[in-house]
DNA sequence: ATAGGGTTAG
């Protein structure tokens, strides 16, 4: 796979599908269009043989495309040759235009053209005659332009603005001003440019005095003067000839942008100085330009429009706001502040700088102000989120009656895609964007596929995508990440193909989603051909791209190649680490978790509310109460305690970890109108067997209008399961089809099969298993089996332990369970077989352990563990602690040995299961009425949770025990469970 | 002088 993606790299034609993909003529068109925009002769070359050779007959538009693209990308042969052959028939407007502008600077075989035109019955437009006015100019022919007057003339478009400025321009060029003048004010509209080439023609011919009244004149139209009339003044004021005083006053209003326009070329310092700081600028060797901009001002040049722009450019790359304020109080004393398209510099330095308000300061004292400074104004407040700022001032500018153009539309469609909250907004602008003809601008239809995509409407965002003028980066690479936020990976990933195919370079941007979309596939082989292309690109030190690829090996399971990568990562981000640490607790390796978040501490990178969301997560899934508490303050202390994916953390992780206090506290200052706060309560609730409770926080969910989705139903379902609420389970299944539309899962199946076989009613329990549309999960049985064993139903267990362990063959917690069945009913021969059975098939039980967290320090105990450094103590601990409860009336229940031995021995096996080690401890521990939290890897066994009820009487602790499946709040000798578990 | 697309979480 991976070495023909390589040929396909390689060969393939930019641009070019494969032949039988190509099914129309616009599809050649738009690859023409390419290789006419990138100037690639050999691509346009293959084209037209591959137009010849695909059937289809080039038709008139087709040709025309084809001259067009061989004159363009520079083989003017080829594209004589083609229009040679072309009957003159089939040759139209276009055909002529493509193949006159081709011969615009060769006038000989350019005006043998232009005969053989005014012969053929196709008439003539102004771009047809521009090509040909520049052969005149060209050849130096008086004879040639006066002919091509008369033709003009002929035709009727003689007046018009553009073939009379040409006709001036060539009378004037040839030194004809008087030709020039008639043909002038004979003229009945007149525009800028008109009035310029004019005005030039008397500078060039030496007539200032002339130039000067014409500008009087065309002061008197309204009309603005451009770039190019200034430029003409400013040869005038500097040649100082022939102009008389009152004229040079009159220009007085013009000094400072004169200045700027002066190209008066005799090596003048203030443009030497210039073309150094741009070249500085250029380079990006920014802080070289601010040096040589010091010894400017040093050596007494006056700076000029030109610096300050280079200048503040400068200084908006390098992000300094100091310097900034600095060159703005400099520009201020040259007068140049008023100049526009220096304030449009300032406005861009503060906007960069990240003082909005300056720049905003800078854009309303202006006293003129284009569409480039509104464009400034508008992007600078959607990057610096103020996007309501930005949407506002879009509006001012079409109240204002100008009209928006490509910058404007992209730039407040970015706001909007910051402000998110749907695309109602985006659709209008998309509106305004048609009004104005921009949409097909690349920069516009990117923004509005983000937009659309990123609210949803994904049919939108295609249809923009397909419709696009040709091939873009930044498009496909929008298109790619709509897919991966709707979660349509596959349609990611085919894009990314689809796009090396077609031999299209991917960027960094394009393999960190390709590589996102393998991780949501799982899709291993992508992920690493899509590494190998990083590699190769030298792009794994771009943190953007290898987080990408650090999180697709995590979401693929590959824990080494993850840490492998991660260790090489020089200097990792707060996002890197983050990646990394939620791939560890993804991966169940929460400890790890834990352990990378004190590297990254110690690396001194600031954590972020996704790095805390994480671990708050690793702490719940831990039950590690202490650490969650630290972690906890510590997103106090960083400010991140309130973000809403942190808070909800926190409140399933105080949940998870028995303290529902804590968690409600905090619920009560989350947004409640967030679904999964209300989901992690009640969950958290469920577990902790307070069913009541959790169906109250249900009931008050649905009456605030907060609508129930499928964790809320698992969190329902399995409070009450742990309940013994089966009429309300069985309420509640019903209810979240019929009254929510959610189609049950295995899941909730799971908690209904749960709830049933814990109240005893096994045939009802494998009544729904056999009834579901789902294989029943091993789960399912194992929860089945515990029943059989509680209600001694040997034959039913037996059954359900046949079903678990064809599902799990070695699932040591079937060998238990069946041995559990025997050993209530005491057959003791048959616990053997299941033990032989189980060591068999090479199965070994799970040890069951216990921990408790004091002081930091986890304790882990094993049944009859001697490991512990204090472990005479807590021997004598226990002893005592059984002598005290047996006084009590605790009577030890053999049934739950598991060993075929002596009834004292089982007893004393009993003794020393490691939840008993782990309470031992702590009480001896911990000061009198402190709450013991103790956790078990696997489920509590029935003796040690009786013997904790009479330990929370007599010794008067609170006992929280949490076990494989639940919570139990021991206190005054009842348990939170009701002994139901 | 002004504009687009990207990594981590409940």
Known sequence: MHLRLRAATSTANPFIPPAHLIHSIPQWFSILRHAIAASDLPLGKRAHARILTSGHHPDRFLTNNLITMYSKCGSLSSARKLFDTTPDTSRDLVTWNAILSAHADKARD???????????????????LAPVFKMCLLSASPSAAESLHGYAVKIGLQWDVFVAGALVNIYAKFGRIREARVLFDGMGLRDVVLWNVMMKAYVDTGLEYEALLLFSEFNRTGLRPDDVTLCTLARVVKSKQNVLE?????????????????????GSDVIAWNKTLSWFLQRGETWEAVDCFVDMINSRVACDGLTFVVML?????????????????????????????????????????????????VFWQMNEVDLVSWNTMISGCALSGLEECSVGMFVDLLRGGLLPDQFTVASVLRACSSLGGGCHLATQ????????????????????????????????????????????????????????????????LRLYILMQESGERANQITLANAAKAAGGLVGLKQGKQIQAVVVKRGFNLDLFVISGVLDMYLKCGEMESARRIFNEIPSPDDVAWTTMISGCVENGQEEHALFTYHHMRLSKVQPDEYTFATLVKACSLLTALEQGRQIHANTVKLNCAFDPFVMTSLVDMY???????????????????????????????????????????????KSRGVTPDRVTFIGVLSACSHSGLVSEAYENFYSMQKIYGIEPEIEHYSCLVDALSRAGRIREAEKVISSMPFEASASMYRTLLNACRVQVDRETGKRVAEKLLALEPSDSAAYVLLSNVYAAANQWENVASARNMMRKANVK????????????????????????????????KVEYIMKRIREEGYLPDTDFALVDVEEEDKECSLYYHSEKLAIAYGLMKTPPSTTLRVIKNLRVCGDCHNAIKYISKVFEREVVLRDANRFHHFRSGVCSCGDYW
């Open 110 to 128: 350019g005006f043998h053209l232009f005969r053989l035109l005014r012969r053929s019955f196709v008439s003539a437009t102004r771009h047809t």
């Open 246 to 266: 009152w004229q040079l006053k009159q220009l007085k209003a013009y000094g400072t942008k004169l200045f700027m326009y002066d190209d008066d070329d005799d």
């Open 313 to 361: 450019s400068v200084v908006a790359g390098l992000n300094c706001l100091e310097l900034g304020k600095q060159i703005h109080g400099i520009v201020v004393r040259s007068g140049l502040d008023q100049v526009v398209s220096v304030g449009n510099c300032l406005i861009n330095m503060y906007v960069k700088t990240g003082s909005v308000s300056r720049a905003r300061t």
């Open 429 to 492: 602008i998309h509106a305004c964007a048609m009004k104005a003809g921009v949409v097909l601008d690349s920069f516009v239809s990117t923004t509005l596929i983000d937009v659309y995509s990123k609210s949803g409407k994904m049919e939108e965002a295609e249809f923009l995508f397909v419709n696009q003028d040709g091939f873009d980066l930044a498009s496909w690479n929008a298109m790619m990440h709509g897919y991966i936020v709707s979660g349509d990976f596959p349609k990611a």
């Open 655 to 701: 949940a998870k970890c028995g303290n529902i206090e804590d968690a409600r506290g905090l619920f009560k200052r989350t947004n409640t109108s967030r679904i999964a706060s209300w989901n992690a309560m009640i969950v958290g609730l469920a577990q902790h067997g307070n069913a009541e409770e959790a169906l109250q926080f249900f009931e008050e969910m």
């Open 845 to 876: 039980k799970d040890p069951g352990f216990s921990w408790v967290d004091l002081k930091n320090k986890v304790h882990l105990f094993v049944a009859g563990d001697r490991s512990h450094e204090e472990t005479d103590v807590i021997y004598n």
